[in-house]
Structures are given as C-alpha cells and as structure tokens.
C-alpha cells in the first residue's frame, strides 16, 4: 500500500487484489478494495464471543437497543429544549446552521502525516447543529447537520495513520451522537440507504470506524475506544460490539476500568505519566458510562462507584493537594510513552480539560454522593463553553444538568 501526502489532498492507493465487499475476512492485514484505487477498511481483529454471565447490562437481541440512546436519550433532549438557549452555545460558531462545511475528503490521516481536523470541526458542527435543531426547530440546523453527516458519509473512504483508531474514537462520537438525533428524532434517511445495503452513513459506520476499532489499545486510549464502540454498537443495533465492548469496560486489564483506575485509591495508572491523560481518560470513561446508563446501565454505580474515586483523586492532585502514589500500579505497555513512573507527574498539573460536569452532575446532583473534590474541580474550572477539540464535548451544563 502506497501513501501520497498531501493533505486534505492526501489520496491512497492499493496494489492488492480486489476481494469481495460482501464477505471478507475477519482476520484481513490487507486493505479490502471495492475497485481499483477505492480501499475498503481492514479489519482491524474479530469481535469474540462473550459469555453473557461475565458481564452487566448486556444485550441479547437487536431490539433491546433504545434510541435515541447514546450521550442524549429523548428525555434529555426535552429537558434540554425546556431550558433557556444559552447564548454562548447558541452564539457559538459549530452551532450556525450557516456553518460553512470544511469537508469531505476520501481519506482521514492521524499520525505523522495529518490531515483531520476538517473532520473534527464538521462532526462537531453536525452535533451541536444537531442539538440546535431538537432545541429550536428551526429547519436550517436539521439542513446543517444532516448535509455534514450525509457528505462525510458517502465520501469517506479510508482512515489512515499510526493514531487511526484514536480519530476514529474521539471524531467518531460526535459523528455517531448527531446521526443519533437526526435519525430517531430528526425523521433522516441517510443518503444511499437501500434494503439491498447502502452506502452511505451507516456502512462507513461499520466499515470505517466500528470494524477498525475492535482492538482496544491501553488506559486513556482505550477508554476512548470501548467509548466509541459502545455508540456505534448502539447505533447499529449490534448486539455482538455492545457485548464485546462492556466486556472490555468491565474486564479489560489494559484498557478497562481496571487498567485505568486503581479501586483502592483511585490512583490513575496514568498518575505518573501527567494529568491532561489521565483526566481525558476518566472523561471518556465517564462518555462510556452515559451511553451505557442510556441504554438502562448503571456503570457509574460500578464496582462501589470506581469512576467517582478516579475523579476525586484526579482533582484532589489537580487542585494542588498531595495524594498517595503507588509506582507499582501503572498502565499496560507504559514503555511506549516512557514508563514507568517512579513519581506522580506534574506535567500539564491544572484543571485545563472541561472533564468535570459530567460526574458532578451525576454522583453529587443526582445521587447525593459526597465527592468534594470533583465539586469544587467543577467549581474551579467554571463554566465548560466553547472547545474546539474532539476529545471531549463541552457544553456541560447544556447537555449534562440534571
């Protein structure tokens, strides 16, 4: 396989032999291609059997699924209309429903070549354009979202680079998480939709972002995928990636709750690496418990609330109080990014990431929960408005009040 950088330019192009679309191999380490120059995804491992006594809030057929059932379930977005518009969201440049598209391209780059940050300017437009519409009803937000979900999804051929899977992740949410509401609220039919298989949203859902994700990577970067998987499962109904990525959340060692948080403590196997990580991961771990919770789950509850001790720690350490380290706890493979860590890292020490809504709406407004520090980190941090990244949704007061 071939790369030519250029880009929002960039092209790719394939000297493996076309196989067929309609049944490849699961255990393919060659791109798949539909024609000559046009690569289908590899199949990035299989999703195994899971016993369904190893897991909780599992699924056992399609219509299980409920929907809207991702970060928003129609509940919410009926508070959320209920509420008075924030200005600084409604004001906010990704909510103009005249927001002028910066895709779509046929390849996606994260790695040493990059070239994604159309795609994560457009997919933050089409949700909060999304948002927009269910609050308002106004026609021009349905227009703006839906045109970015149908463009980017009958574009899109490949997403490529050493970090594809995190693009895949982080992007991929707040693809899903529009198409969510546009789908079950909004009455959208995805451009190339076809009882004999489409081509558009949906199958580059599958393909692209629910098929190359099935490994799950360590710690924060794993915590992203299952994140993801679990809104794509959702969205598609697929009760086999559900189950598979709940298994990973709730037994994986590496990426799981466990790879990530030490229950004792509340440590972060990413306390000794620095703080921006280990807070992106708790609040992707948190993204992860709302879907599930969505879908009638309860995995803040788990494990005697695991998550709130991860946040409570994180924020103590962040508000520049001293905590316990222990250096044997540490994430799987911590050799790829320098570890282990003798020390808690001060590096990007701070409450710079709007990680902190989220659990305190959850554990302190809702369940009455005593969690001081993550109170006053969402004190200390304000208001969660505008954030241009991917990694994480802002807006927290919007989307997350009770």
Not at 208 to 233: E, K, V
Request: hydrophobic content about 40%; overall charge negative.
């Amino acid at each position: 396989m071939e790369y030519h950088d250029g880009l929002n330019n960039l092209e790719i192009t394939s000297t493996v032999a076309p196989c067929s679309p309609s049944s490849p191999s699961s255990s393919s380490t060659s791109p798949r291609t539909s024609s000559p120059g046009k690569p289908t995804p590899i199949l990035n491992g299989i999703i195994l059997p899971i016993p369904l006594s190893s897991i909780s809030f599992s699924k056992t057929r399609a219509s299980h699924f409920q929907h809207p059932g991702l970060w928003h379930t129609h509940a919410d977005l009926e508070r959320m209309r209920l509420l008075p518009l924030a200005p600084a969201f409604a004001e906010d440049a990704f909510s103009q429903a005249d927001y002028a598209m910066q895709g779509p391209f046929p390849v996606l780059s994260r790695g040493l070549i990059s070239n994604y940050t159309s795609f994560t300017h457009d997919t933050r437009a089409a949700w909060q354009n999304a948002l927009m519409w269910y609050i308002t009803r106004d026609e021009a937000h349905w227009n703006r979202s839906t045109t970015i979900l149908d463009a980017w999804g009958s574009t899109l051929e490949a997403i490529i680079g050493i970090d594809a899977s995190l693009l895949v992740a982080l992007e991929g949410q707040f693809f899903v998480n529009a198409a969510e509401i546009m789908r079950w609220e909004g009455g959208w039919r995805e451009q190339g939709a076809s009882y004999k298989g489409g081509s558009g949203f949906s199958v580059q859902l599958y393909w692209l972002f629910a098929r190359q994700s099935i490994i799950i990577g360590q710690a924060n970067y794993g915590m992203a995928s299952i994140a993801a998987l679990l809104a794509f499962a959702a969205y598609l109904d697929d009760v086999s990636l559900w189950n598979y990525a709940l298994n990973e959340y709730q037994n994986g060692l590496c990426g799981g709750i466990y790879g990530m948080i030490d229950p004792a403590t509340g440590q972060l196997s990413e306390s000794g690496r620095d703080q921006g990580h280990s807070q992106v991961g708790l609040a992707w771990a948190a993204s992860a418990s709302r879907i599930v919770q969505s879908q009638g789950g309860d995995m803040f509850a788990f494990d005697d609330n695991i998550l709130l001790k991860g946040f409570e720690y994180t924020a103590k350490y962040n508000l520049n109080q001293s905590v316990p380290y222990d250096p044997t706890f540490y994430r799987c493979e911590s050799v790829l990014v320098d570890g282990p860590w003798d020390d808690i890292s001060n590096i990007s020490r701070g409450l710079a990431n709007p990680v902190w809504d989220l659990p305190y709406y959850e554990y302190v407004v809702k369940r009455g929960l005593h969690a001081p520090w993550t109170t006053k980190a969402k004190e200390a941090y304000g208001e969660e408005a505008h954030f241009v990244s991917a990694d994480l949704p802002s807006w927290g007061d919007l989307i997350w009040a009770i």
